[in-house]
């Protein structure tokens, strides 16, 4: 179980043509092949899983052109293909949309969420010295049923996260230099997806943004301060605010900002523990320079940091080699790749055990409920990892490179993207693991959400008793615990949430002066 601290209440839960192979899956064992697919594209950049196997596949391509215009400008004008393909749960095409691919997420009813962004175009760069550098974007945004069918199309959105309402946090991908709108996030909700806009920001949003179990959610900005090189093979200094991770409170207003004291800090995506702590790998660049800003050397250092839900630094530990996103399982132990390795870490940063496979390691691992930590090299195996010793149970070899996360879906198989063309799936040792963040985006359906389950209020009513106001899931089974010293607890009551707050009496609490509680998510 995962315990919780938060707003007074401690807080427990576990959280085309095509080529098809498959196989009676009761008749395999871990790590073979249940159903292969074959796309007939060669750059597959996302896919999603909903809860009864069905698969999306999203496939994105850029093709770029530059011109010297008559002003002397040069213009680059960046074309981008998307398509996305609808797979049955066993790996038989259903349906293809070439409206968008990228960014997939899906609603608890199966709904598809996806968005494309069709020209980007920089401008400027003028061989004379005059510098006009900007951005132009057509972000479009689409939500379709199950059968494929388009429900809404919207302008301006991008990356989204699902919320436990089913509303969409949407950031924009791209920087609008004279839009009202720069870098926007949007909650879209609703039958009708209506839009509130929440923020409006001078930053370029990186990545997903990421919910945490009270609300809160997180993002990463993009951002350099290297020079920019003209097509004049001029260099000019680039004044760019440099990343920043972000947090918000659900309505949208700021809560804090996370700058290193160095200016060239960039962080990932982080992973959201029980308690709340994020934990993100950064990287801090120092580039030495000549007087004609020719680069002469540079230095880069890699971090894995834990920041507290305040945005005060934990614990940070360093690396020569970038380190991947991290799965977070059990009482907060962390699975993270770094370099070669596999590392298991401890909540507190300390190195519990660590796998080495002699091969590039840059993706985020799958955590399974018997324990197995799934975590695919980049030349394209996968590795079936005993998550308390660090040894290998099984391989699978694909033969080409892995570049997207393992996936475990509701079946416990084992979804992966080999050579951004074929979908192979394979016998998994069991179902996703029900702990804080056990996946790239925390899940299958890509909600980059951790389980609901944290206190709004508590007070005590005219008689003395408890009362909770809790932030829930619709549909999950909870049980309400309490303890006088932390060591025993006793079952209070039980609940299926039907929305997502839940209001919850202690009614022997009247004569306890002091008590603790916890909510527990089978």
């Not at 498959?22 to 697919?37: C, F, I, K, N």
């Not at 394979?426 to 951790?450: F, Y």
């Not at 619709?474 to 039907?498: H, L, M």
């Amino acid at each position: 179980m995962k315990y919780r601290f938060w707003g007074g209440l401690f807080l427990v839960f576990s959280m085309l043509s095509a080529k098809l192979t498959g196989r009676a899956e009761s008749s395999l064992t871990p790590g073979q092949v249940v159903w292969s697919y074959a796309s007939g594209y060669t750059n597959l950049v996302d896919f999603a899983v909903s809860k009864d196997g069905r698969v999306y596949l999203g496939y994105s391509d850029t093709t770029a052109e530059s011109v010297l215009n008559e002003y002397g400008f040069y213009i680059v004008t960046l074309r981008r293909t998307n398509q996305l393909v609808a797979l049955q749960h066993t790996g038989v095409f259903n349906w293809e949309r070439s409206d968008a691919g990228q960014y997939l997420a899906l609603l608890s009813d199966g709904t598809v969420v996806s968005s494309f962004s069709d020209i980007r175009r920089r401008i400027g760069m003028h061989p004379t010295g005059n510098i006009y550098y900007g951005t132009y974007a057509t972000n479009n945004f689409y939500i379709y049923n199950q059968a494929g069918g388009l429900e809404h199309h919207g302008t301006t959105g991008g990356r989204a996260a699902v919320n436990a309402d089913d509303s969409l946090l949407v950031v924009n991908l791209q920087k609008y230099p004279y839009s009202a709108y720069p870098a926007d996030v949007a909650r879209i909700e609703g039958n009708e997806h209506a839009s509130t806009w929440l923020s409006s920001q001078d930053h370029v949003i990186g990545e997903t943004p990421v919910i945490s179990p009270d609300g809160t959610f997180y993002l990463t900005s993009w951002g350099s301060t290297e020079p920019l090189t003209l097509p004049s093979g001029d260099i000019i200094p680039n004044d760019s605010i440099p990343p920043i991770l972000f947090a918000y409170n659900s309505d949208g207003s700021r809560k804090w900002s996370l700058l290193d004291e160095s200016f060239n800090v960039g962080y990932g995506t982080p992973s959201i523990g029980s308690d709340g702590t994020l934990y993100v790998a950064s990287y801090r660049s120092l580039t030495n320079r000549a007087p004609d800003w020719s680069i002469i050397s540079v230095e880069k250092t890699y971090h894995f940091k834990a920041v507290s839900p305040e945005g005060a630094l934990k614990w940070s530990v360093e690396k020569a080699e970038p380190f991947g996103l991290a799965a977070i399982g059990e009482t907060n132990n962390i699975y993270v790749c770094h370099g070669t390795k596999l590392l298991a870490l401890t909540s507190s940063g300390t190195e519990r055990w660590s796998y080495d496979a002699e091969a590039p390691l840059k993706l985020c691992p799958a955590l399974a409920a018997d324990g197995t930590v799934y975590v695919a090299t980049e030349p394209g195996k996968l590795l079936a990892i005993n998550s308390e010793v660090g040894s290998k149970e099984w391989e699978y070899d694909a033969g080409k490179p892995i570049y997207n996360s393992p996936v475990i879906g509701t079946n416990g198989n084992v979804y992966l993207l080999v050579d951004r063309a074929d979908m192979v799936v394979l016998k998994g040792n069991a179902e996703a693991a029900n702990v804080p963040w056990p996946m790239e985006r925390h899940d299958a359906q890509r909600t980059s959400r951790a389980v609901q389950a944290s206190a709004r209020e508590i007070g005590r009513n005219e008689e003395g008793q408890v009362t909770l106001m809790l932030n829930v899931e619709p549909g999950r089974d909870y049980k309400v615990e309490a303890s006088e010293d932390f060591v025993i607890w006793t079952e209070i009551g039980s609940f299926t949430s039907t929305s997502t707050a839940k209001s919850f009496l202690d009614e022997t609490s009247a004569d306890k002066p002091k008590r603790f509680y916890r909510l527990v998510v089978p």
